[in-house]
């Protein structure tokens, strides 16, 4: 009824012919959202997703990642029978996904935005008969109707493996909203755009108006990077913690991060959450850590197997930071050692503030 309420005063300084196309149109609006079994006022801005699948896919048989299992649909924005999440809420979004390698295939899984622009990857180019999982994550910044899937790799040599456990998740959720954004908020649930009646001015959430809102006074703090190029290890005479430098900037809210450094600078005392993601290159090991102050180890990937496959490791933690704490990843420099990317962006790299004012909390104590 309270949607009635906002469009009435509108229809009624109409003429009678126009009254009649309003409320055609939202007869056609109604059912449009009963169909989807959702109030016409969603909840505020927030926006987040987590689907599972409980069978395997075959490369060729299908391109797109589809779900059988939806655990959270907060907005309704993701779709589980197409596997794509539409933007409505404008902003900057973590996405992450686990995916399992099927027996005697390699597996190739992209996150792409809007068809086309391949943002990240989780490979993994061994055949043996054995089963594992791959993960990958990073976050975006997205515009209204911005589209985020899976993509599988068409060749039959590829494929992705689950089953009830199940091996393969992907999940994704609003960080920060733009709330500096000029455009109107978006309903994913309205009319298709062809359905527009002449005379009627599409409904609009009051709740949901970009240009009412002012922004937000917390503080903000988030990156995402990636590489599209390999690092290589060169010699073991090299003493220097050099941090791993990126290439593709995705995220840079605050600038806290120095793509050229490697490295991120707190601004804001607080918890952060951090992820990376990095791929092993052929006839090398891998040894990668994520480091802070003044090198202290706090998390890191490692893979000793010196075989010609590309595979990849992952890791992610929360760290209490103070202002002007620093953080970057350090792949060992021997020359054994190496980190392999390229332009499908193997290796990534992700953090942002999660509660702030870390300073007031007891944080970071080591237990006997």
């Given at each position: ?36 079994n ?19 896919i ?20 993701f ?28 597996l190739?899984?992209?996150l ?43 060749n ?27 455009v ?28 009412r ?24 005479l ?29 601004h ?87 509660y ?13």
């Open positions: 009824m309270k949607f009635l309420q906002i469009l009435r005063p509108a229809c009624v300084t109409w003429r009678p012919n126009r009254s009649v196309s309003c409320l055609l149109g939202l007869i056609t609006y109604l059912g449009c959202v009963a169909s989807f959702i109030s016409p006022m969603t909840s505020g801005l927030r926006s987040a997703f987590s689907a599972t699948r409980s069978s395997s075959l490369g060729g048989t299908q391109r797109a990642v589809t779900f059988d299992r939806l655990l959270v649909n907060i907005g309704e924005d779709n589980p029978e197409t596997g794509i999440f539409r933007c409505r809420l404008p902003g900057a979004y973590y996405f992450s996904f686990t995916v399992g390698k099927f027996p005697k295939k390699m190739s899984v992209m792409v935005k809007n068809g086309m622009e391949v943002q990240a990857m989780a490979y993994d180019g061994y055949q043996n008969q054995g089963r594992k999982v791959q993960s990958q994550s990073v976050m975006i910044s997205l515009k209204p109707m911005d589209t985020i899937y899976l993509l599988l790799q068409e039959p040599h590829y494929a992705i493996y689950s089953n009830v456990g199940p091996y393969i998740t992907f999940s994704g959720y609003l960080v920060y909203p733009d709330s500096t954004s000029s109107g908020y978006l309903n994913n649930h309205l009319s298709p755009p062809g359905l527009h009646l002449p005379g009627c001015p599409p409904p609009l959430d009051a709740y949901h108006d970009w240009r809102r002012t922004t937000s006074e917390e503080p903000r703090s988030a990156f995402s990077v990636a590489r599209t190029t390999s690092a290589l290890g060169e010699s073991r090299r003493r220097e913690r050099e941090a791993l430098t990126f290439d593709v900037e995705y995220v840079n809210i605050g600038g806290h991060f120095n793509k050229t450094s490697g490295r991120f600078t707190c804001f005392p607080g918890a952060y959450y951090f992820a990376f993601t990095v791929g092993k290159h052929p006839r090398r090991a891998v040894s990668v850590k994520l480091m802070t102050g003044r090198g202290e180890v706090r998390a890191m990937v490692f893979d000793e197997d010196m075989s010609r496959r590309r595979e990849m490791q992952s890791q992610s933690l929360l760290l209490p930071l103070k202002r002007g704490d620093s953080v970057w990843l350090y792949s060992q420099q021997d020359d054994g050692y190496a980190v392999y990317s390229n332009q499908g962006r193997y290796t990534t790299f992700s953090g942002f503030l999660v702030p004012d870390g300073e007031s909390m007891n944080l970071d104590r080591t237990f006997p």
